[in-house]
């Protein structure tokens, strides 16, 4: 059996290590498609599990990163052949399952996405787990009913990675959008992508009222606890807030107001099972819709070999965007 190169988590009594080392292919987990990874991506579940900041990870040894891109070197799984060029993203690959920060993985089948027409395997990692989960919970509140004539949107996170692609994707839609972020400095780069206001994140941070005024008929939010209680008494009479992150933390200071009396909506957004078809139906509508040359204004790549030096960055915000990791050729 071969080695490869691989980020490894480890840990004993003396805590986590992270390293970057060779790995025996006989240790990878069991699965009936071996691919070999040309990119993946630095999400914010990533950091996270490298720092041990958060217990994601629930077994170890484990190899972090939660999607990748790649190609097909063996497989005994009817729907896939040597060649063929797929991507994953969730499942517990890089918190149970050995992940992607790796130049081989071996997975199960039912996990895999064939990369959709007309998408490169360096433009899926910049879109990710973090711009997959961003459409689907720009689907959650298309299914909803709501539309760019019913108010302004409203993102927060707006420089991270599901906030950058939040915003384009919300912007092509049509949508006013307010993006929040907590960097001055981002502001020309947001309206870039089609932000046509910017908020300080301060004004949604503290305590506020059960019910303000409403301002925004629907919302995509990575930051959770008081701002997500914010988002909710202000949101407008039947809109809705899709709900995908945890970066300001997992409680929710909130009471039954905006639902009982406005009719808000509350969606929670799960990308880590979700069935199948959805999945398809929301990389088709990435391919489709997602403006390539502002992906790649929003994107950064770096080698394999110095992901592991970018896990602080992204959980005290001093990333922008998507970062790419190259780990091989596609």
């Known amino acids: 059996m071969a080695t490869f190169k691989a980020w490894v988590i480890e840990k004993s009594e ?44 629930r077994r170890f040894p484990m190899i972090p990163g939660i999607d990748f891109s790649g190609i097909v070197e063996s497989s005994d799984h009817p729907g896939y052949k040597p060649g063929d060029a797929v991507l994953l993203t969730g499942w517990g690959v890089g918190e149970s399952h050995l992940g992607a920060y790796s130049e081989r993985a071996r997975v199960k089948g039912d996990w895999l996405v064939p990369l959709p027409t007309g998408l490169k395997p360096e433009e899926a990692m910049a879109v990710g787990t973090a711009g997959y989960t961003a459409m689907l919970c720009l689907m959650a509140l298309d299914a909803h009913g709501l539309k760019p004539s019913d108010g302004p949107a409203i993102v927060t996170g707006a420089s991270g990675g599901v906030g950058s692609v939040a915003v384009a994707l919300l912007a092509k839609a049509g949508w006013h959008v307010i993006a929040v972020t907590g960097r001055a400095s981002e502001a020309e780069y947001l309206k870039s992508l089609g932000a046509s206001e910017i908020m300080d994140r301060s004004e949604l941070s503290n305590p506020g009222k059960p019910l303000a005024k409403e301002r925004w008929a629907a919302g995509i939010d990575a930051v959770g606890s008081t701002t997500l209680a914010n988002l909710l008494a202000s949101t407008k009479a039947d809109g809705a807030i899709a709900a995908c992150g945890l970066a300001g933390g997992m409680d929710l200071p909130t009471s039954v107001a905006p639902f009982i009396l406005r009719g808000v909506t509350l969606f929670g957004i799960n990308s880590v099972s979700t069935p199948l078809p959805k999945r398809k139906e929301a990389w088709a509508r990435i391919a489709r819709d997602l403006d390539r040359t502002l992906l790649a204004t929003m994107t950064t790549t770096v080698p394999l ?6 896990a602080e960055d992204i959980l005290e915000g001093r990333t922008r965007g998507r970062t790419v990791v190259s780990v091989g050729q596609a």
């Open 305 to 310: 070999s110095e992901v592991g030096s970018l």
């Open 14 to 57: 003396a805590g986590q290590t992270l390293r970057f080392t060779d790995f025996d292919e006989a240790d990878l987990m069991d699965g009936d498609v071996t691919i070999r990874v040309t990119h993946s991506t630095l999400n914010y579940k990533d950091g996270l599990a490298m720092t041990g900041r958060s217990p994601v990870v």
